[in-house]
């Protein structure tokens, strides 16, 4: 997950370039229709007519050069998305975790977090292909916790997901973890029975690997219920929406704002290229 | 039903969850948002000479025309989640709509969720039904009409 400074600025050089190319274009075109005759009077008409000349000898390489570099811009400012619009999905996610979770005075909200993973075919992941697809995170709620760095895998058979991310993203549905009428999910710490680390792992879809290595960094408890939407934008799959915390259950009720969340980033999101 | 008819708020909560087993374990999917009409009509297209029955989802996708027998359908590109039903009527045989045609959608539904390969269509297919009955069988003030 990126920081916003390395967000905005990344946006903000494209858009300059993705400018600067469209005004170039259109200043070659221009001199094309300019009359660069050297009969000149003064030595700043003599400077023009050179300018001049010299423009109209790099047109047309000038042009479709200056053209791709436009648009090649334009399109991973696109990939990258506005500042603006990550700011908004971030607020949206602030909004989910507080109407959610708001009913537990007390307890510290980084224990109750909602992230938005965005699905990328291809990464740079050490457990498997590079192809394999992948859940990628883009965005989580609140200050702390932001640098999340766990990846899942994403494969579209629903069953072997990775991770409860991977569940969602292959069951295309609205699921809760645990389920109403199941037993919750044990609780774990870094210094947990291995037993019961292995019953963790079958509960929430995780691998035991992973689950050790970040237990190794993790000092508090480890997310123990779930829940989470698919987000689609204009009907391709974008990604997953998953909010999870370390108490026992997340309420079926949580589920209206989920929907409402996951509508209002699939209309946000609509300026964003997977 | 030739305007648009707009399911209510809290429609996906009225549509029933699907139970899973994923690997050993149990879970209880529910519809998603995207695969949740938020509207139905129906109506004889004149050009057509059919009977289509319409859900409206959020956002917009392309949709491709799957043809069966005297039964075509109109599923979205990307997402495989229903759009449309169009019904020969001519074919099928149907001289009053309202009670066969429904009768006809109802069984190509019920047949389509039983062959649904993924849990999303079957919870779409799910809630494109519920939607149908909420249209036509349940209280007017229940839902709200609109073009």
Redesign the interface.
Known sequence: MRNEWLRSWPYKALTLIHRAATVIVLLLAASLKADASTDMKTGFELVQATVLGWAQSQAATGIFAFTLLGGAAHLARRMVGSPGTWKAVHSILDYVQDQIFSLEPGTPLHQHRVTLFQYKKLALVRRRWPWSGWLIPKERSGHTTRRTKTVFCAPDS????DGFAG?VWS???????P??D?APVPQIQQHSAEGLQHEYC??T?SDFRWLQRRLQHASGDQPRAFCG??I??????WGVLVVDSTGERIEESA??Q??FS??AL??ILEGVLV | MKTWVHVPEDFATRVPPSSESIGGVQVTVFVSPFDSPTAVRGSFNQQLERFVVEFKYHGNEKTELEAHDRIALRLGKKSRRLYAIELDTQALGVSEITVQVVKAVTSKLEEMRNNAPDVHQRLNLRAVSKALELAQLGPRDDVDSGS
């Open positions: 629903p069953q072997q997901p569940l069951t295309r549905g609205v699921v809760f973890l389920g109403k199941v079958r509960s879809f939407v698919p689609e934008v204009e009907g391709a799959r589920r209206s989920l929907e996951a509508k699939s209309t």
